[in-house]
């Protein structure tokens, strides 16, 4: 018996959708061949459903009833600035001279942007209105040959524009770049960041992606691809807060070197469905990564985390570090796969997923897997779901604190030790005031940031 | 002050407590003995204001008002204590922060101006020094890696800093090595005052030694079936309760 009706409809759409895009895009463009190619690819498989076991736990069909209608003209608010401007962070990163790469509803908005140009070591283009790097279309090229990944394909197909950051040799003065996604518009929106860290270049990357609106309806797909050299520090926090009627599609994929360190930190809340799928290859040995993150989710939301980092060199440390607190009738699921080439002697790879759940509806999935080809490694996962102990939110309130209050401790004290995987406490404290206001509101019951 | 009338408590349909009476007055220590399951730790419960318990009748009044309807939080801001016998250990919330959320949520239930960070870290400083409670162990998460006598000495710093009317231990000997249950008898005795009172939970007379009852009550089968002074401790220990409880 099958599980799943495919919503024939909407795939139809989106398939019309991306052959009237194709129709329009110039076949002299450098991208052009692996648009088609993932437009063709895209045709043949359509929209993934749960027979696919990446998918088995997210029915696409039942989120997403149709493509968002979208008007040609999607004017820029007066009052974008403004609005990004009242972010904390966006304060403090222009105060201290940051890159802020400012895009609305997919689309780089040139003339709020700032790349700092005294460093002289970062470059950034626009997909859409630059001349494409040779880096870059090899890069982007070499990531569409080899993937079956449905929602990379149509996102390959589609993408409108994108930053192309280029970041050279800093001796170790880091570059500090904020790209701030503001949803603005109902409608369909494809992205493509490219990022090209080279040998022995520090880059802390902060995204910010917020809906403007809790009443716009997005649907969007992006990807980042990150090259990363030898000798690199690459600290990558992302911040994505949509409203509840958002569906995105998240890809990273990221090729890392030799001798470098890569901390990559999500933290995710609202969507009425988010995937997040991140692929990340240890290529070269003494690497050193963190992929982790924390997902809040209520109401309705769906995020799917799906994470497959794979150790392709000898002597090379990953940690995973996930947790999710989950209430109302939410649904939070995790695949995450750790694979060790028969090459990759002495690998050192742990995974941790671990779920709050804080009402009866809420539910979470984890499947943690392992696959394992060297004999001399050290790898482990585990996997919690559980609820807030009643026997220390009574301790709490015997000391007299407040429910509210000690709800928010014992939930801050769930997610420490996830926090610590962002490793700059610079950006940590940029975030401190982000993280004060989420927990007061999970200590509430309202987890919409 | 403290007044505990008709007491009646079930939990899942079994009653733990049954028509149970205790009046404490200002200054006055009382000690609780009394055979396994006899209900005394569901009394600390109950009174502490656990959710797990049903009162079916009764109350408990503290300066004349009920706190059965009251939160576990708002009893301790009106200034009841319970001693946990066993301390909740929680991971990422060090003892500092807990002790400053404590502190300040009391202050600011009883419309007291709350205390600056370096004013806090003063008063801590002190009372932790008279329980020889060192620096390193107040920034360690809440009750984590902590020694069993560890664990009953920051219970009495905690109830040393909150400065509460109505104190209950709850078997807070229990686990504790000679010297440190004269040291945790000592904190507890260095608290007694003319208004402080104290309802102290125990199998032993041992502890009784160290703080010395007005006092002392048998309870069994949810309620008090005899009543004496320290002597009784004493008769307890020779002969048991198989005289009492017959």
């Keep these: 018996m099958l599980t799943e009706e495919k919503n024939i409809n909407v795939e139809e759409q989106v398939v019309a959708y991306c052959k009237d895009n194709i129709i329009n895009q110039d076949i002299k463009h450098p991208l052009y061949p692996a648009r088609l190619g993932a437009y063709e690819l895209f045709r043949a498989h359509g929209l993934p459903t749960t027979r696919n076991e990446q998918w088995k736990y997210t029915n696409i069909s039942s989120k997403l009833e149709r493509i968002p209608s979208q008007s040609d003209v999607k004017p820029v608010p007066v009052n974008l600035d403004n609005f990004i401007n009242n972010f904390e962070i966006v304060k403090k990163a222009k105060e201290n001279k940051d890159s802020v790469l400012v895009f609305m509803d997919g689309a780089m908005q040139s003339q709020l942007s700032i790349v700092n140009t005294d460093t002289k070591t970062v470059s950034v283009t626009s997909l859409k209105k630059d001349p494409i790097p040779d880096w870059a279309v090899k890069l982007n090229s070499e990531k569409h ?102 569906i995105g599609f998240n890809q990273q994929y990221a090729d890392i070197a030799n001798d470098t360190e890569f901390n990559s930190f999500t933290i995710s809340s609202g969507s009425k469905l988010l995937r997040e799928f991140r692929d990340i290859n240890c290529n070269g040995s003494n690497s ?73 509806n809420a539910e979470h999935d984890a499947k943690p897997e392992l696959e394992i080809y060297a004999d001399d490694v050290q790898c482990g996962h585990g996997a919690t779901t559980g609820q807030i102990s009643q026997d220390s939110l009574f301790y709490l309130k015997s000391r007299g604190i407040p429910e509210e209050e000690a709800k928010r401790l014992l939930v801050h004290a769930f997610l420490t030790d996830a926090l610590e995987e962002i490793k700059d406490k610079k950006i940590l404290e940029t975030f401190a005031d982000v993280m004060n206001n989420m927990l007061n509101r999970v200590s509430k019951g309202n987890l919409n940031v | 002050m403290f007044n505990i009338s008709n007491l009646t408590v079930s939990v899942e349909d079994n009653e733990i407590l049954n028509n149970f009476s205790l009046d404490v007055g200002p200054g006055e220590v009382h000690a609780i003995m009394g055979p396994n399951g006899s209900g005394k730790s569901t009394l600390a419960h109950v009174c502490a204001g656990k959710e797990d318990y049903t009162v079916l009748n009764g109350e408990i009044n503290l300066n004349g008002e009920d706190l059965l309807d009251l939160e576990a939080d708002e009893r301790s801001t009106k200034g009841l204590f319970l001693a946990f016998q066993y301390p909740i250990e929680i991971p990422g919330v060090t003892t500092l922060t807990f002790l400053k959320s404590s502190l300040e949520a009391h202050y600011k239930a009883n419309n007291k101006e709350v205390l600056s960070t370096p004013d806090f870290m003063k008063l801590v400083k002190k009372k932790s020094a008279e329980l020889n409670i060192d620096d390193s162990m107040i920034k360690r998460p809440l009750n984590v890696g902590f020694s069993g006598g560890e664990k009953k000495r920051n219970e009495i710093l905690q109830m040393a800093l909150l400065d509460p009317e109505i104190c209950i231990l709850d078997e807070t000997d229990s ?13 507890v005795n260095n608290l007694r005052n003319e208004k402080r009172s104290f309802i102290v939970i125990t199998h032993y007379q041992r502890l009784l030694d160290y703080i010395k009852p007005d006092f002392v009550h048998i309870m069994y089968n949810g309620k008090i079936i005899e009543t004496g002074d320290s002597s009784l401790a004493l008769e307890l220990e020779k002969s048991g309760y198989n005289n009492y409880i017959k």
């Excluded at chain 1, 603005?184 to 403007?212: L, P, T």
């Excluded at chain 2, 686990?175 to 904190?187: F, Q």
Aim: proline residues 1%; hydrophobic residues 40%.
């Design chain 1, 145 to 246: 040959s080899q993937n079956v990944n449905e929602m990379f394909n149509l996102n390959t197909a589609l993408m409108e524009d994108g930053a192309i950051i280029n970041i050279n040799n800093n001796k170790g003065i880091a570059d500090n770049i904020y790209i701030i996604h503001v949803g603005n518009n109902d409608g369909f929106y494809n992205y493509r960041h490219m990022i090209n860290v080279q040998n022995g270049a520090h880059v802390n990357i902060i995204e910010f992606k917020i809906s403007n609106k809790v009443d716009i309806e997005a649907l969007y797909t992006s990807s980042i691809i990150w090259q990363i050299g030898n000798n690199c520090v690459v600290n990558n926090v992302k911040y994505q807060a949509h409203n509840q009627i958002t």
């Design chain 1, 288 to 360: 050193n990564i963190s992929i982790s993150g924390i997902n809040l989710l209520d109401g309705d939301s769906h995020i799917d985390t799906m994470l497959s980092v794979k150790h392709k060199a000898p002597n090379t440390i990953s940690r995973e570090k996930y947790k999710s607190i989950l209430n109302d009738n939410s649904k939070g699921v995790f695949q995450g796969n750790i694979i060790v080439d028969d090459i990759a002697q002495k690998t050192i790879a742990k995974q941790s997923i671990d779920a709050l759940i804080l009402s009866k």
């Design chain 2, 175 to 187: 686990g504790l090595d000679i010297d440190a249950l004269r040291l945790v008898a000592e904190g």
